[in-house]
């Protein structure tokens, strides 16, 4: 579908995402997410953009690229204390923690 049909569909596209990420489908969780990301910006769709961003982190720590990760989590981190949502702090926060034991030396995981 051409991106102007999928206006009203960046919410679908999130969970979409989250679905191919939790099915481990990650080269299509990240495509429809990024898409979802671009479609969500372009029409003013803000509210998406943290779900969409945690998506992309949650694909990229899954597929060994923790810096990206970091990187993408750190805006939703952002998002989320500018508009005091104290369960999308939550969520990032989770991710962001998913993200650093990734980042840490097999020696010096924690159990």
């Known amino acids: 579908m051409p991106d102007n049909d999928l206006t009203a569909l960046s919410e679908p596209l999130d969970r979409l995402g989250w679905a191919e ?5 990650y080269p299509d969780a990240e495509r429809h997410a990024e898409r979802g990301l671009d479609i969500a910006r372009r029409s003013g769709q803000l509210h998406v953009v943290p779900h969409l961003l945690l998506c992309l982190s949650h694909v990229r720590v899954q597929s060994c690229r923790v810096s990206s990760a970091l990187e993408l989590a750190d805006q939703v981190e ?8 104290d369960q999308l702090l ?4 989770a991710s962001k923690a998913e993200a650093l034991v990734a980042a840490c030396p097999p020696a010096i995981r924690p159990l």
Do not use: K, N, P, Q
């Open 78 to 85: 952002d998002i989320a204390r500018g508009i005091g949502s």
């Open 21 to 25: 990420a939790f099915l481990e489908h």
């Open 90 to 93: 939550a969520f990032v926060l």
